[in-house]
């Protein structure tokens, strides 16, 4: 799986960095970049049960599955 990591900043007003990192579902989050050893955090992203905004301005909570969106 491909997950995506930001950079933890050390000092107020230093840019945060986003990286996708290959790992194995069973793998513990990174803390640290592989290859800087900067500070990173997994970034969670929005999934199932999501609150997604349907056409028309009409919302629900749920989002799209294999049967289409809500």
């Not at 900067?38 to 999501?50: A, K, N």
Request: aromatic content about 8%.
């Amino acid at each position: 799986m491909t997950y995506l990591y930001a950079t933890i900043p050390n000092n107020e007003g230093d840019k945060v960095k986003h990286y996708e990192i290959q790992q194995s579902m069973n793998d513990a989050p990174l803390t640290q970049h592989p290859d800087t050893g900067e500070p990173i955090r997994r970034v969670i992203l929005g999934g199932w049960g999501t609150f997604m905004p349907k056409a028309g301005g009409n919302a629900k909570a749920g989002g799209c599955g294999p049967s289409g969106c809500c």
